[in-house]
C-alpha cells in the first residue's frame, strides 16, 4: 500500500510558476516510477509527467514539455512538478500517482490514469489571464 499527499497548488497569473509536491508513504518509494495526471474542469484526466524509479528517466506530455520538469528526492520519498510558464490551459486539479510494476514509460500511455494504483487527492492549480 502507498498512501500519496499532493499539495502546492494555488492562484497564479499566466506566465508564472509553481511547484507542485508529493510525498509518498507506506512502502519503499525508490521501487515506484511516478507521475502526475490533471483534469481540467469538464475534461477528461491526463497524464502530465512521469519519472522512473532508478534511472530518473522523465517523460511529458507534449503540452507541458519545455514547461514542466518532474523530480524527485527519493531520501525525502517526494516526487516534484515544476511548472513555469504557465498558461490558463493548464488550469486544473493535478493528481499525483503511481502504480506497481509499472514503468514511467507506460504510465505516460495510461489513457485518463487507468491503471494505476495510487492516487493522491489532488492539488488545484489556478491560472489567471
Known amino acids: 500500500q502507498v498512501q500519496l499527499a499532493d499539495s502546492g497548488g494555488g492562484l497564479v497569473p499566466a506566465g508564472g510558476s509553481l511547484r507542485l509536491s508529493c510525498v509518498a508513504s507506506g512502502d519503499v518509494f525508490t521501487t515506484y516510477a511516478m507521475a502526475w495526471f490533471r483534469q481540467a474542469p469538464g475534461k477528461e484526466r491526463e497524464f502530465v509527467a512521469a519519472?522512473?524509479?532508478?534511472?530518473?528517466?522523465?517523460f511529458y506530455a507534449d503540452s507541458v514539455k519545455g514547461r514542466f520538469t518532474i523530480s524527485r528526492d527519493n531520501p525525502k520519498n517526494t516526487v516534484y512538478l515544476e511548472m513555469s510558464a504557465l498558461k490558463v490551459a493548464d488550469t486544473a486539479v493535478y493528481y499525483c500517482?503511481?502504480?506497481?510494476?509499472?514503468?514511467?514509460?507506460?504510465?505516460?500511455?495510461?489513457?485518463?490514469?487507468?491503471?494505476?494504483?495510487?492516487w493522491g487527492k489532488g492539488t488545484l492549480v489556478t491560472v489567471s489571464s
Open positions: 519519472i522512473s524509479s532508478a534511472t530518473r528517466d522523465t
Open positions: 500517482a503511481t502504480a506497481r510494476r509499472t514503468t514511467a514509460q507506460t504510465m505516460r500511455s495510461m489513457e485518463n490514469g487507468k491503471g494505476m494504483d495510487y
